[in-house]
């Protein structure tokens, strides 16, 4: 039995942010979103260990692509709790965010859908 999970793009994007230890990144949108994802609570404990980073700061990824691959079994044996979280870290950009077919705490595959959001459209000064 593979044990080994992907946390992937939720869009097209750049990365800004990738944490040596393999357990969160952040990425910016072709829409200018930026989101930060953390594998699982206090993680960065773990130095690295159960984690393998397929993506470095500045990569360009595209909807699915893999970030990173993780050990569930071997995290959770540790003594984390792996809730992962995605979260728009420049939401003033954003008119709206709309849930989208997603339950809070369930699991998504890649390909699903987490959230429709509308930015503010860009003036010119």
Not at 30 to 33: F, I, N, P, S, T
Not at 86 to 89: E, F, K, P, R
């Given at each position: 039995m593979?044990?080994?999970?992907s946390l992937v793009a939720p869009a097209d994007g750049k990365i800004t942010v990738a944490f040596p230890t393999?357990?969160?990144?952040?990425?910016r949108t072709?829409?200018?979103?930026d989101l930060l994802m953390h594998i699982g609570m206090d993680t960065v404990e773990l130095d690295g260990k159960h984690f393998t980073p397929k993506v470095?700061?500045?990569?360009?990824?595209?909807?699915?692509?893999?970030?990173?691959?993780?050990?569930?079994?071997?995290?959770?044996d540790a003594g984390y709790v792996l809730v992962t979280p995605?979260?728009?870290?420049n939401a003033k950009k954003l008119t709206t965010a709309v849930r989208d077919a997603q339950t809070p705490g369930a699991s998504?595959?890649?390909?699903d859908n987490l959230l429709q959001v509308g930015l503010k459209e860009k003036t010119s000064a």
């Open positions: 593979n044990d080994q999970k393999g357990h969160a990144y952040g990425m072709e829409d200018g979103l470095a700061k500045g990569d360009i990824v595209k909807r699915g692509d893999v970030l990173a691959e993780f050990d569930i079994p071997a995290i959770k995605l979260v728009i870290t998504v595959a890649v390909g």
